[in-house]
């Protein structure tokens, strides 16, 4: 049986700083290096989940055999997506659609879709720019759930953190 771990990235729509790439690809390559099977779970709601996304694949071109799953986890089913599946399909190792019938109001839906990956995620990484938003409410919600987190920022969030 394989043991998995499971990795999942929040980040805010916009991001202000692109240099993160590199930092987080040298991530990817870590965790694969040091897990017999990493899960990737990647929303794509912004700037920073395709970036994420981005980082997974060039990781995943590069190394000849990968020990790892890219996971799209959509809150709902989206036009875009049913228009879209083959491309989808074609980018992502597996896809998750959190509340497939809509029996969550939309306005929800996504709040709960980020506690759910939470929940199931050993290590969650962020990209935390402000004190605002689902990113930071993600982040406190991981942190009182004890979970393991990384936050990639290059600027100094430590004060607003804590």
């Known amino acids: 049986m394989i043991n998995a771990f499971t990795v999942s990235f ?46 997974i ?4 071109k590069n190394f000849l055999e990968y020990n790892c799953c890219h996971t799209l986890v959509l809150p709902y089913d989206t036009a875009e997506y049913r ?3 083959s491309a989808y399909w ?5 896809i998750e659609i ?3 019938l809509g029996k969550t109001h939309f306005k929800s839906v996504i709040t709960k879709r980020n506690k759910n990956m939470i929940d199931k995620s050993d290590l969650v990484i ?10 930071f409410e993600a982040y406190k919600y991981a942190c009182a759930q004890s979970k393991k987190i990384i936050i990639i920022n290059p600027k100094k969030v430590s004060d607003f953190l804590k």
């Open 126 to 135: 962020f990209y935390i720019e402000n004190q605002i938003g689902g990113t």
């Open 90 to 94: 074609d980018f992502y190792d597996s």
């Open 83 to 85: 228009n879209n599946f």
């Open 57 to 60: 694949k060039k990781v995943q």
């Open 10 to 55: 929040f980040g805010h729509r916009q991001i202000s700083d692109y240099c993160i790439f590199e930092e987080l690809e040298a991530l990817i390559k870590s965790l694969l290096n040091e897990n017999e099977y990493v899960v990737f779970l990647v929303g794509r709601n912004g700037e920073f989940d395709k970036l994420v996304s981005s980082a």
């Open 98 to 100: 959190f509340d497939p």
